[in-house]
C-alpha cells in the first residue's frame, strides 16, 4: 500500500464512547459484591424499555444469544424455515442453523441494504415459520409489508435490532414491530457494554419464558429470590435453559450509556447530516436512505460505491475500484470498511446450500460495493473535513 507522507490523522471506522461515567459504573458492582444479572441488570433494562417504549426488556450475553433465545422460545423446531435477508452479520443466519432449523435466503433492497419485501412471499412454503428482518446500519427495514405478509400466512417476526438503536419507523423504535427485538451491546454499536444483548418484547407471557429461558430455566431469579421471603429455597425449572445472563459490570456500564442515550444518537445523526451534506457533491457515492416514516440511528454510515448502473457484467470492475478507494483512503489514514458481508457467499452456507453467487444479486453487489466511513460520537470536524478532502481526492 502506498503510503502518505501528509498523513496527519488516524481516524478508525469506529471508537467506543466512554468517559468518566463509564469508568465509575465498573466500580459499583465490584463494590458492592453483586456481579451477575442483579440490580444494575434490572436498571439498565428498565432504561431500555423506557428509551424504547418495549415493554419488557430481557438483557443476554449477546444479540446472538438473543436471537437464538427468541426462536427457542417461540417454539422454532428443526426443519423449519426462516426468511433471513442475505446481507446481514452471519449471525442472523448462524441460529437458525443451531437449532437444525432451514435458513431461506432473500435478496434486499439496495436503497436501504434491508429486506426486499416484495420479494418474501415468493418463498414461502407450507414450512415457513418466522421473518427475521434486520434493522442494518440503524435504519429500520420496512415493517409494514412484513407485518401484513406475517399475518396473513400466520408467521413469527423477530427483528434483529442488533444495529437499531434509535431507529424508529413510523414514529414507533425498532424491537416493538415483532414478536421480539434482538439488540447487540458489541463495541461497533452505539451503546455498549463491551458484549452485551437485549430482547424486547410486548408480550407478557413471552417475556416470564425468555427471562427463565436465559437463566437456566429458572421460574425466580437469584435477585428475586434473594429480596423474597424464603431465599433458602431453590426454584423451579420448567424449562431446559441456558446460561446466556449478562454481567451487572457490563449492565452498569450500559446504564452509563444510556444516561446519554439522546446524546449519543444526536451526536451520530449530526455527523451523518454533515456527510450527507457533502456527500451530495459526489456522484458515485449513493448515501443511506432518507425518507420522512424512518430514523436512522447511524450505527454505521454506510453508502453504495456505485460510479454506474452496477450489473453481472460489470461488478468485478466496480468491486476492484471499491477496494482501490478503501486502500486510497486506507493510505491516508482514514478506515473504512465493507457495510456488512453478504451470508450466502460465505464457506459454510455456500457448501450447505449449493448457492449461485447471482441468486442474491443485491445483497451481492451490496458485499461487493458498499462502504462504511468512520461515525462515532467524538470524530471532530477537522478529522470529517480531513476525510471530505480526501475522498474530493480520489478520481474514478
Ligand atoms: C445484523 C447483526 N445481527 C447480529 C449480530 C450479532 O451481535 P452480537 O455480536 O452482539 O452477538 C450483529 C453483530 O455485529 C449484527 O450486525
Same mark, same amino acid.
Request: aromatic share 12%; charged share 20%.
Given at each position: 500500500?502506498?503510503?502518505?507522507?501528509?498523513?496527519?490523522?488516524?481516524?478508525?471506522?469506529?471508537?467506543?464512547?466512554?468517559?468518566?461515567?463509564?469508568?465509575?459504573?465498573?466500580?459499583?458492582?465490584?463494590?458492592?459484591?453483586?456481579?451477575?444479572?442483579?440490580?444494575?441488570?434490572?436498571?439498565?433494562e428498565?432504561?431500555?424499555s423506557?428509551?424504547?417504549?418495549a415493554k419488557h426488556s430481557i438483557a443476554?450475553?449477546?444479540?446472538?444469544?438473543?436471537?437464538?433465545l427468541s426462536?427457542?422460545a417461540?417454539?422454532?423446531?428443526?426443519?423449519?424455515?426462516?426468511?433471513?435477508?442475505?446481507?446481514?452479520?452471519?449471525?442472523?443466519?448462524?441460529?437458525?442453523?443451531?437449532?437444525?432449523?432451514?435458513?431461506?435466503? @432473500?435478496?434486499?433492497?439496495? !436503497?436501504?441494504?434491508?429486506?426486499?419485501?416484495?420479494?418474501?412471499?415468493?418463498?414461502?412454503?407450507?414450512?415457513?415459520?418466522?421473518?427475521?428482518?434486520?434493522?442494518?446500519?440503524?435504519? $429500520?427495514?420496512?415493517?409494514?409489508?412484513?407485518?401484513?405478509?406475517?399475518?396473513?400466512?400466520?408467521?413469527?417476526?423477530?427483528?434483529?435490532?442488533?444495529?437499531?438503536?434509535?431507529?424508529?419507523?413510523?414514529?414507533?423504535?425498532?424491537?416493538?414491530?415483532?414478536d421480539t427485538?434482538?439488540?447487540?451491546?458489541?463495541?461497533?454499536?452505539?451503546?455498549? #457494554?463491551?458484549?452485551?444483548?437485549?430482547i424486547t418484547t410486548n408480550d407478557d407471557k413471552l417475556a416470564v419464558k425468555l427471562r427463565s429461558l436465559r437463566?437456566?430455566?429458572?421460574?425466580?431469579?437469584?435477585?428475586?429470590?434473594?429480596?423474597?421471603?424464603?431465599?433458602?429455597?431453590?426454584?423451579?425449572?420448567?424449562?431446559?435453559?441456558? !446460561?446466556?445472563?449478562?454481567?451487572?459490570?457490563?449492565?452498569?456500564?450500559? @446504564?452509563?450509556?444510556?444516561?446519554?442515550?439522546?446524546?449519543?444518537?444526536?451526536?451520530?445523526?449530526?455527523?451523518?447530516?454533515?456527510?450527507?451534506?457533502?456527500?451530495? #457533491?459526489?456522484?458515485?457515492?449513493?448515501?443511506?436512505?432518507?425518507?420522512?416514516?424512518?430514523?436512522?440511528?447511524?450505527?454505521?454510515?454506510?453508502?453504495?460505491?456505485?460510479?454506474?448502473?452496477? #450489473?453481472?457484467?460489470?461488478?468485478?470492475?466496480?468491486?476492484?475500484?471499491?477496494?482501490?478507494?478503501?486502500?486510497?483512503?486506507?493510505?491516508?489514514?482514514?478506515?473504512?470498511?465493507?457495510?456488512?458481508?453478504?451470508?450466502?457467499?460465505?464457506?459454510?452456507?455456500?457448501?450447505?446450500?449449493?448457492?449461485?453467487?447471482?441468486?442474491?444479486?443485491?445483497?451481492?453487489?451490496?458485499?461487493?460495493? $458498499?462502504?462504511?466511513?468512520?461515525?462515532?460520537?467524538?470524530?471532530?470536524?477537522?478529522?470529517?473535513?480531513?476525510?471530505?478532502?480526501?475522498?474530493?481526492?480520489? $478520481?474514478?
Open positions: 500500500m502506498k503510503k502518505d507522507n501528509n498523513l496527519r490523522f488516524n481516524i478508525p471506522i469506529a471508537k467506543t464512547a466512554f468517559t468518566e461515567a463509564e469508568l465509575d459504573a465498573v466500580l459499583k458492582p465490584l463494590e458492592s459484591g453483586w456481579v451477575v444479572q442483579g440490580p444494575y441488570v434490572q436498571e439498565f428498565q432504561k431500555w423506557a428509551f424504547t417504549g443476554t450475553t449477546s444479540c446472538t444469544t438473543a436471537l437464538e426462536l427457542v417461540l417454539g422454532i423446531k428443526p426443519d423449519d424455515e426462516i426468511i433471513v435477508p442475505a446481507f446481514t452479520w452471519i449471525a442472523t443466519a448462524n441460529v437458525v442453523e443451531h437449532l437444525q432449523a432451514k435458513v431461506v435466503f @432473500c435478496d434486499i433492497d439496495l !436503497n436501504t441494504f434491508n429486506i426486499d419485501v416484495n420479494k418474501i412471499e415468493e418463498l414461502l412454503t407450507e414450512k415457513t415459520r418466522a421473518i427475521i428482518p434486520v434493522h442494518l446500519f440503524g435504519l $429500520s427495514a420496512d415493517m409494514a409489508p412484513v407485518i401484513e405478509i406475517a399475518r396473513k400466512h400466520d408467521l413469527l417476526i423477530i427483528e434483529d435490532a442488533a444495529c437499531g438503536f434509535g431507529a424508529f419507523y413510523q414514529g414507533k423504535h425498532v424491537g416493538n414491530f415483532g427485538g434482538c439488540f447487540s451491546f458489541h463495541p461497533r454499536k452505539s451503546i455498549t #457494554t463491551g458484549e452485551g444483548g437485549m437463566d437456566h430455566g429458572a421460574m425466580t431469579s437469584d435477585l428475586q429470590r434473594h429480596h423474597g421471603s424464603k431465599p433458602y429455597l431453590l426454584p423451579e425449572f420448567p424449562y431446559a435453559g441456558y !446460561n446466556y445472563r449478562l454481567t451487572d459490570i457490563q449492565a452498569s456500564i450500559g @446504564c452509563a450509556q444510556m444516561n446519554r442515550a439522546d446524546e449519543i444518537l444526536e451526536a451520530r445523526i449530526s455527523l451523518a447530516e454533515k456527510y450527507r451534506t457533502f456527500l451530495d #457533491t459526489i456522484p458515485w457515492l449513493q448515501c443511506p436512505y432518507h425518507h420522512v416514516e424512518y430514523q436512522h440511528g447511524f450505527q454505521a454510515y454506510v453508502c453504495l460505491f456505485n460510479p454506474e448502473k452496477i #450489473t453481472t457484467a460489470n461488478i468485478e470492475t466496480t468491486h476492484k475500484k471499491r477496494n482501490q478507494f478503501m486502500e486510497y483512503l486506507q493510505g491516508k489514514g482514514i478506515s473504512t470498511r465493507p457495510g456488512t458481508h453478504t451470508v450466502h457467499l460465505l464457506e459454510y452456507y455456500r457448501k450447505k446450500y449449493s448457492i449461485n453467487p447471482n441468486d442474491f444479486f443485491k445483497a451481492l453487489v451490496a458485499d461487493h460495493c $458498499s462502504i462504511a466511513f468512520p461515525l462515532f460520537p467524538t470524530l471532530t470536524g477537522e478529522e470529517l473535513n480531513y476525510i471530505f478532502k480526501a475522498i474530493s481526492g480520489f $478520481s474514478i
